[in-house]
Structure formats: structure tokens, C-alpha cells
């Protein structure tokens, strides 16, 4: 119930809490949409378990400076300083990184993913484990509704990647390769 | 410091030796810090993914399936600029009589530079969307944006009292920003016939002795035959007209300026990746005839060595060599010649060259800035470290994109990764 006013409170606006409080306070509404336990429950919001700070801190700040729009995300960023996205993004790269969603994918998804992994180089960047690294965030085990719609933001330009690799990559991908990636990716 | 050790660096023209081989190439991890967090449950088999044939136009066609090229990644500068206290100022050397300071901390992301007639010092950036002003206001540098919600800013210009911006596909004009800086007026656009890929999308611009503007349109990935829109240097009217092509064969050039004495356009030419981790070499380029010279690519790299792929039925000696070379995937990018009088006068007329670093190596290179000095004939006569201590065992401490001559004769630097602007000046 608690977790639900939260999730209420942020859909109405509220601003980012008053840096007056500890910084586990300052977490519950952030935590209560993405998951306290690394793992988001919430439709087309993305699980922060196992990502990176710099990561975190990318994505704070463009949310920050509305380089990356995605309400209410914009509004709740809006109050924080550069010590705050340094403090929160600190604080929930220690999620543990988030169980795959349902069982593992079928072997027919498992071929075209891997191949479409190989052909746009995704393990050069998320590392060949595609957990991440630094400013790259971890895909694996993301939730597929989530990742479908950020590669569709890529490939449209409507999220400008912070640095612009991911709309370079995401331009040769079709909408089908979009759906198997975001299968793949949120299964293993 | 790899550049003295780097045979590369070297004013090399055509002809110059492939093999130089660049030492310490060993196998060395990527920098990353800590590992990253819960990276622990049983990894995809992505590592076994069938041989897949990549595509043309990614920024990664090209690369090796497997091995020490997969580490190799190119590096986001983070958006939180350094703290003042942070900045490796005291790391950084100067050749004897010469000293580095920090002229402004918190720009983030600070890339192009530009002074204006008052002395206001501007800075673009590539992953922020904004345009700063650094005014000097005695004691302390007062650092404001004065744009913001751009695309990609990074290429400026500056012109009788206006500033010219470059976002990724649109070039805009801020008229008499001077005496606007609290309230900067509404841009104009200028010009915005340009492809809108993000592959080597983001500018360098400049106006030229002959009163036009200069805009690269860099290729749309590593290594392609690129449309009839890319891959070259245009120039046009200020207000956008009478577009032409004036270089073509031009790889990603995010630096140039004009040679004082023979008015021609100098730039610096980013080599293709994947190839090797020591060739090809980053390459500077003259441009003597206008709208007449092919500079290689995707054909010929560094003036002696065909592409691969796409050099086979071709010759080197088809293209314009380049004047030097500038070292293996070093991203040489902004350049000036030194036209100031506070330095030396051996340094009369030598460029100032930012090296932004490598990432497409094991072993970084680069990091630095370099002078290149013309001999008597106006060709490379030497390419010599000037600024470094960036590059520490095999991470950077900090970028260097573009180089301003300030008005006063000093040599500003923009530092991408700290989000500051150094300023050397000589002190016999």
C-alpha cells in the first residue's frame, strides 16, 4: 500500500524530496516504481539493479537537463544538484542486479538474438556478458517492455543517446530485430 | 609518456614506414574501474554468437569478432564536470618556460573554442546540448550557458560580433552575443541542408580569410563508400548560401585553420578503426586547391595505404597525401596556428594540434597536444609533444579537444572529460 501512495504521489508531480533527508528517504519514490529489490514490477519502467553509476548519473542528469524526456522521471530530477545524481546514483548501483524474466528464451530466439547481438557489436560496449560497464548501461535481464521501448526511441532519435552510439546502432535494426533483442536480452 | 616513445608521431610523409610499430601493445585491461556490480549470474553465450556479417554504416563495422579488439570501446565523457580541486593541473607538462594553470572549471563537456572581440571565451560541447560564455572578470572566470537545447553543439564560429553555432545538422547565428551575453537573442538559422546521422554527426566549424564558412559532413560510420553527401568539407556564404564542396575524401576532420602566410586551410583527417591497432595513423591535411582534391578515404588511408576492403583496384598516389602524420586512432581534432606574440618566436606560425587520445588501441596514444613546426619550404618540419600528462598508466586523466591562441598570446585547451579549459602561457 505504501509503495502504491508513492507511486500515486509521483504520478501527480511531486518534485524530488527535500535534500533535508537521509538519503534512504530520498530513495522510496524512486525505488517504489523501479523495484527495491533491483527489479522493477511496473509496466515500461526499467529495472536499475546492476547498473552502473555513471550510468545512473548520465541518465539523472539528462532527465535533469530534459535531454531525455520521460515523464515523471523529468520532474523528479528536476531539484536534485550534481551531489544529489553522484549520492543517488551511488546508493542504487548497489541493487543487485535484477533474475531474468520468465523461463529462459527458446532456442529459435536464442539463434537469431545471437546473431543479431554479433552483427551489431553489442557485446563491444555492454561487455561480453552484457552487463554493462561505466556510462553502458546492463541490458540483460531488463524488462522486455522497457527495452523495446528504448531501442524504438533510438532508431526514431526520439531518446537522444547520450553519447550517440546507440541511435548509430539501433538505425539497421528492423522492428522484428527489436522484438527478438528485447525477448532475448529480457530472459537471459 | 607513450609519445616519446611513439615512433609513430612523426612528420612522415608518403613513403613513410608502415612498420612502426608502436611498443607496448601488450594486452591491457580497459579502464572501468570497479567491476561492474552483480555482474555475477551465468552469462548469455553471447561470446559464441555465430560469425555474423556486420553492417556497413555502424560506427563497429569492421571489427574483429572476437579477442582484445572486443575490449575496446569509445569513452563518454561523464556530464558532472571536475571540481576544480580535482582538475590533474599539476600532472601536466610544459616544455621549460612555459606554464599550465586552470583557466575555468565547471564547463562540462567543454569542447570548441572561440574567443570573441571583447574576450569572451565561448565553448561548445557534444554530449551536453549547451554553449557557454567564460568571462573574465578580474580575479575569477564567471562561466554561464548562454544556449542551451541544442543538438549536439559542438562546432563554433566567430564573426563580426556574431557566434555561429553547429549543432549536429543545423548551424545557427547569434548576432553581436557580446553585448547579449545575460540575454543572448534569437538565433537566425544559417544553414541546415545537412545529413542528420549521429556517426561523426557533430561538427567543427570556422569562417575563413575569404569570409565564408567551413562545414564538414563527416562519414556516416567507420567505413563505408559514402554517399555523395558525406565524407568532405563544404564552405558557403555566411548566410548559408552558395554551398560547394571544397575538399572531398575527408574521413571526420573535427579541427582546421587557416596557415597565415599561404591562406590555405589545414586540417586534421580521423583515420578509419579496426584495421590495426598501429595504422591507420590520424592525418594532417592542406587543401591547396579548392574543390580539386580527393583525400583518400575510403580508398587510401594515411597517404600509403589502401583500404582492405575498398582499396583494391586503387592507388594511393590517386589522392592527396596528407602533410604529416599524427599517430595511430590518436583523434587529432582542433587545431590552430599560433599567431599570437607571447611565445617564442620558433613557435611563430606552428599549429597547436589537441589530440583527444585513442580508444581503438590497446595501449592508449595521445592525450595531448602536440606543435607542429613548418620548415622554411611550408612543409612539416617536425611534430613535437607540448602538452602532456593526460595519459597516465594507460587512462586519461583528462581529454584535450580544441586549442584556442587568445587574444593576450596564450594557448587556451579545452578538456572534454573534466569539463575545464586549461590556459599555458610562456614565462621566460
Known sequence: MRRFLLALALMAGA?????????????????ACHGADGRSATPDVPSLGGQPADYLITQLYQFRENQRTAPPMN?????????????????????????????????????????????????????????????????????????????????????????????????????????????????? | MPINRSRGLRAALAGAVL???????????????????????????????????????SALYGRPESGEAAKLAPIAAPPLPAPAAKLPVDRLKVPPGFKVEVFASGVANARSLRQGDQGTVFAGTRLLDRVYAIRDTGDKREVKVIASKLHRPNGLAFHKGALYVAELSKIWRFDDIEAHLDAPPKPVLVYDDLPKDEAHGWKFIAIGPDDKLYVPVGA?????????????IRRMNLDGSGVEVVASGVRNTVGFDWNPATKQLWFTDNGRDWVSEDIPEDELNVLREPGKQHFGFPFCHQGTFTDPEYGWGRSCADFTPPAALLGAHTAALGLRFYTGSQFPDSYRNAIFVARHGSWNRTRKLGGDVVAVKLGPDGKVASVDPFLTGFLDDNRYLG??????????????????????????????
Not at chain 1, 518534485?15 to 525505488?31: I, N, T, Y
Open chain 2, 220 to 232: 556516416p560510420g567507420n567505413i563505408q563508400m559514402p554517399p555523395d553527401t558525406h565524407a568532405q
Open chain 2, 399 to 428: 581529454r584535450p579537444v580544441d586549442v584556442l591562441v587568445a587574444k593576450d598570446g596564450s594557448l587556451l585547451v579545452s578538456d572534454d572529460y573534466n569539463g575545464a579549459i586549461y590556459r599555458i602561457s610562456y614565462q621566460p
Open chain 1, 75 to 188: 520532474e523528479m530530477a528536476a531539484g536534485l544538484s550534481d551531489d544529489d545524481l553522484r549520492a543517488f546514483a551511488d546508493e542504487i548501483a548497489k541493487l543487485p542486479p535484477p533474475r531474468p524474466e520468465g523461463a529462459g528464451p527458446e532456442t529459435a530466439l536464442v539463434q537469431r538474438a545471437r546473431a543479431l547481438v554479433g552483427r551489431h557489436q553489442c557485446n563491444s560496449c555492454h561487455g561480453a556478458d552484457l552487463a554493462g560497464r561505466d556510462a553502458i548501461p546492463r541490458i540483460r535481464g531488463q524488462r522486455e517492455d522497457y527495452l523495446l521501448k528504448a531501442l524504438a526511441g533510438y532508431k526514431s532519435n526520439a531518446r537522444p543517446g547520450y553519447d550517440p552510439a546507440m541511435n548509430e546502432v539501433a538505425q539497421g535494426l528492423s522492428e522484428a530485430d527489436i522484438r527478438d533483442l528485447a525477448a532475448f536480452l529480457s530472459r537471459s
Open chain 1, 15 to 31: 518534485a524530488a524530496p527535500a535534500p533535508a533527508e537521509p538519503l534512504g528517504e530520498r530513495l522510496a519514490p524512486c525505488l
Open chain 2, 19 to 57: 612498420a612502426a610499430a608502436l611498443p607496448g601493445a601488450s594486452a591491457q585491461q580497459q579502464p572501468g574501474g570497479a567491476p561492474t556490480p552483480g555482474s555475477a549470474p551465468a552469462a548469455p553465450a553471447t561470446t559464441a554468437a555465430p560469425a555474423a556479417t556486420q553492417d556497413r554504416g
